[in-house]
């Protein structure tokens, strides 16, 4: 196995969790490259159902080193929850490392980033609540504190006393209590102490892992439509989901990152706000997520679902060159007598089949082929060649729009319902 990236095609919840707790079984490293726990990679395998924020879905695999990868911002008592919460499970966690130079997820950041959804009112982004966007706003802004220097615990202690002296103005802006500098110092110290020796540079790792050609596998978190740089801004995340952002956030050479998985569900969901132009309305897509469970792994939210949007997977093609695609949830569309099948946008009274920017993606109207459903559960189907016709069909149609091989196809959530 090549250096692989998994990374999300739409606007995040693909099923990448899956998908990399599959590949995960053959993997000598596993890295979660960016983001932090908002992210919530639901796993089914025989030790049960896991929603993963934080630690890699190769945790399974006990010969896997999982990396909490340096492009990461963590919380570090919600690691330790997850953590213990595994353990609790029977599922040993002692291959888990953590990147000292990833930057701490403080108390701070999940206050502000509460306080800001509430200031921007109509114009909020829906957010998880859990500060990941002030997290990497600090970084950028050079006022982050990197994983390390909890090392160094006077040096420490000093450090989140200043930033919390700067946050406290803020808090006070939104009109928020203080936070206590000894309380927060004491928390995440405790917290490092529990990871011990398994916070690390990663990058010696890594790079002993390429030398021996070991099989690595990137995780990413949500999905292109939520890039930083690339998707609908703002109502994105603060770091970049593509393959690009892969190399950078695990510390891996672009050159050596030679085969991406892109997750494509067989529709669309969407959590948060922004534009969604295959967005289904009432009782349709309550139906949908009713059947499909879409309620969000982390927050437990509804999410919005619409049909399969091409031009949105093309865009996720051209931006990370897919090797492949891993389609999920096929089973679903197993209800339907026809499918709407979006290809194209209708703007000013033209077609485009690439994706505008947010504002302009506001007015876009969807332009549907509709295609033949097959009425048919899925189960017990053991490879592509045994779906029904019209299943295949939409597969095939998703390759030619999209422009990519698909290399697996899920037709349920365990990880044995995937056909390879
Ligand atoms: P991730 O964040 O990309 O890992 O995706 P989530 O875990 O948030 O959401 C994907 C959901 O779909 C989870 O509940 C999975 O268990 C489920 N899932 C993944 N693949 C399939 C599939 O092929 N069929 C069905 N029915 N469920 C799937």
């Given amino acids: 196995m090549p250096v692989t990236a998994v990374v999300g095609a739409q606007w995040g919840d693909e099923g990448k969790g899956k998908i990399t707790d599959l590949l995960a079984q053959e993997a000598d490293v596993v890295i979660r490259f960016q983001g932090g726990n908002n992210a919530g990679h639901t796993v089914v395998n025989q030790h049960g159902t896991f929603k993963l924020h934080l630690v890699p879905s190769g945790i399974f695999n006990p010969n896997a080193l999982c990396i909490v990868g340096p492009g990461t911002v963590v919380n570090l008592q919600v690691l330790c929850e997850e953590l213990a919460n595994l353990e609790r499970n029977g599922i040993r966690t002692g291959n888990l490392r953590v990147a000292d130079r990833a930057h701490l997820l403080m108390p701070w950041h999940v206050a502000i980033d509460r306080l800001d959804e509430r200031e921007r009112g109509r114009q909020k982004l829906g957010t998880t609540g859990q500060g ?121 050479p672009p050159r050596y990152i030679t085969k991406v998985i892109g997750v494509v569900k067989a529709y669309s969901t969407a959590v948060g706000e922004g534009p969604f132009p295959t967005e289904m309305a009432g009782g349709e897509g309550d139906a949908l997520r009713e059947r499909a469970n879409e309620y969000g792994a982390t927050t437990g939210r509804p999410r919005r679902v619409g049909w399969f949007d091409a031009v949105a997977a093309r865009h996720a093609h051209r931006l990370n060159a897919f090797t492949e695609l891993a389609v999920t949830k096929l089973d679903v569309l197993g209800a339907y007598r026809e499918i709407p099948f979006c290809v194209g946008y209708e703007l000013d009274g033209a077609l485009t089949t ?31 060649a045994h779906l029904p016709e019209a299943a295949r069909a939409y597969l095939s149609r998703i390759e030619a729009v999209v422009g990519a091989p698909i290399g697996m196809v899920g037709i349920g959530p365990e990880r044995s319902a995937t056909l390879l």
């Fill in 354 to 384: 690439d994706m505008p920017p947010t504002a302009v993606l506001e007015r876009a109207v969807p332009r549907y082929e509709k295609l033949a459903g097959w009425c048919d559960p899925l189960s017990g189907v053991a490879d592509r």
């Fill in 132 to 252: 990941v966007g002030p997290a990497y706003a600090d970084k950028v802004s050079r006022h982050g504190i990197q994983v390390y220097e909890v090392r160094d615990e006077r040096r420490f202690r000093e450090r989140v006393a200043h930033e919390l002296e700067r946050q406290k103005k803020v808090l006070e802006r939104y009109g928020d209590a203080p936070l206590d500098a000894k309380a927060v110092a004491d928390e995440v110290l405790a917290a490092a102490a529990t990871l011990g020796d398994r916070i690390v540079d990663t990058l010696p790792l890594v790079e002993r892992a390429l030398q021996t050609d070991a099989r690595i596998l990137l995780e990413g978190q949500l999905g292109a439509m939520r890039d930083l740089d690339w998707g609908i801004y703002p109502y994105v995340t603060s770091s970049n989901p593509l393959a690009g952002g892969a190399s950078v956030g695990a510390g891996i």
